[in-house]
């Protein structure tokens, strides 16, 4: 399934290209706010979290299709979240309106917005500029899906152009050395380690825990996928990582503060 997804996406790279050039993304992403600091925001005290709209996945199907993204994303700002990760790929039921109406949104209210990250199957420097130009700080890059450090350093280097933070998505020893290798401690990036399998989407919190020793101190990790408890909170914050990724826990249900004050009752960041 994920070769097929990211199959698409490369096979799309030529539509979009042709309906919006380097030169009018370059246009947009100049003539937005300067980058917020999304590693920043994952250093700050306390178990931070990085909260998703999402709406659906390919492997459960859609779960909250008719989710309001920018409420959730309101809610995840007032409830606290370090920084909101919105998906842009139709294969989890999104596109890159929810980005755009999210950045607009926020950034028109009074609140101080929290850092975007854009959750997309990123292979091509062209989609992080896109991502520059649709409001995102920071980008997802799943190192499973990029061929080699040379093209995932590639991808760093066009978001550090931009002053964007990368955000390397690993689940084993050999990716997380190739995110590495790639350079992406020198660029400022930051870690998040999926407990999810994505052969088999099974869940397994021992693969933060296994792989947390191995993560330089200076790069601020978040542990995605499989939280969704305060014992799995409890587990993740023991084993020292700085965030924890949350999205369908948070927006299946419908109510995003009660499920964000069920997992943090002193507030998203807080010691509790």
């Known amino acids: ?31 937005r706010p300067a980058p917020r ?6 250093r700050c005290p306390g178990l931070g979290l990085v909260a998703e709209v999402k709406k659906g996945s390919p492997s459960k199907g859609p779960f909250a299709r008719d989710l309001d993204h920018v409420a959730a994303a309101r809610a995840f700002r007032d409830g606290g979240a370090a920084a909101v990760s919105v998906l842009t790929a139709p294969a989890f039921f999104a596109g890159d309106a929810e980005l755009a109406d999210v950045a607009a949104a926020l950034a028109a209210d009074a609140a101080p917005c929290p850092p975007l990250l854009r959750k997309e ?17 920071a980008f997802l890059v799943i190192v499973k899906t990029v061929p080699d450090a040379p ?34 401690a020198e660029a400022g990036g930051a ?17 933060t825990e296994r792989l947390r020793p191995l993560v330089p101190a200076g790069i601020p990790l978040v542990a ?9 909170l409890a587990r993740m914050r023991a084993c020292g990582v700085d965030a924890v990724l949350i999205g369908e ?24």
Request: proline content about 4%.
């Open 1 to 31: 399934m994920l070769g097929r997804i990211v199959a698409e996406t490369r096979d799309d790279l030529a539509r979009r290209r042709a309906a919006r050039p380097e030169p009018v993304l370059r246009g947009l992403a100049a003539a």
């Open 37 to 42: 600091d999304f590693v920043a925001a994952l």
């Open 121 to 137: 199957f990123i292979v091509d420097p062209y989609q992080v500029l896109e991502s520059r130009a649709l409001g995102a700080d």
């Open 151 to 184: 093209a995932i350093r590639e991808l760093i280097e066009a978001g550090s152009r931009l002053g964007m933070a990368a955000f390397a998505e690993v689940t084993d020893e050999a990716e997380l050395d190739l995110a590495l290798r790639a350079g992406l």
């Open 191 to 207: 870690i998040g380690i999926n407990n999810r399998d994505l052969h088999t989407f099974e869940e397994d919190l021992g693969t």
């Open 224 to 232: 995605a996928s499989g939280v969704r408890t305060p014992a799995d």
């Open 249 to 272: 826990g948070l927006t299946r249900g419908g109510d995003i503060a009660g499920a964000i004050g069920r997992l943090f009752p002193g507030g998203a960041g807080g010691a509790a």
